[in-house]
């Protein structure tokens, strides 16, 4: 099952999909970290989701891209955290690809999973943009409305509160 979790930067979206996940587990859990550490910042935010998910029972498995490549058990439950890192990732890569690529690199790793909790941020506006980033801003548009449509779960963080827009409460309970 492929929950999508969306919603502006720091929405809460990081941590309500980590607790889901430690609560609807059965399996092994697994954690896909893929974003590239640029900086303090990219450093600090990383350091915050690793204190954040501690205790849990994730075991993280660091990867910008290729996330297909994968082994995690058929029974387990795999949160990607975040589709923008991933995509950036592969569109500005040495032998880029597109948003086609991420879209299938994370369909193919839900294959081989029973759940799949998929953190993106909410669609971009592309205007006042142009070049690289307002093609970077289409493309994640294009990714993340394709994900909606193949998610049986939607859940739209809004303040701090999940929103289900998509999909019953009840098939994760």
């Known amino acids: 099952m492929l929950i999508l979790i969306k919603g502006a930067n720091s929405s809460g979206k990081s941590l309500y999909a980590e607790k889901l996940a430690s609560r609807i587990r059965q399996g092994d859990l697994y954690y896909v970290a893929t974003m590239n550490p640029y900086g303090e910042e990219g450093q600090a935010r990383i350091a915050k989701h690793r204190k954040q998910r501690q205790g849990l029972g994730f075991r993280t498995v660091e990867k910008l891209y290729d996330i297909d490549q994968i082994a995690v058990t058929p029974d387990s439950l795999v949160l990607l955290?975040?589709?923008s890192n991933l995509l950036a990732n592969i569109l500005f890569r040495e032998q880029p690809g597109d948003w086609q690529?991420?879209?299938?690199?994370?369909?193919?790793?839900?294959?081989?999973?029973?759940?799949?909790?998929?953190v993106t941020i909410d669609e971009l506006s592309e205007e006042g943009f142009s070049g690289e980033t307002?093609?970077?801003i289409q493309d994640l548009n294009r990714l993340n409305r394709r994900l909606q449509d193949c998610a049986a779960m939607v859940v739209q963080m809004k303040n701090g509160e999940p929103c289900i827009i998509k999909g019953d409460r009840n098939e994760i309970s």
């Open 81 to 83: 955290e975040d589709v």
């Open 101 to 118: 690529n991420a879209f299938g690199e994370i369909m193919a790793l839900s294959e081989k999973c029973r759940h799949f909790i998929v």
């Open 134 to 136: 307002k093609g970077y």
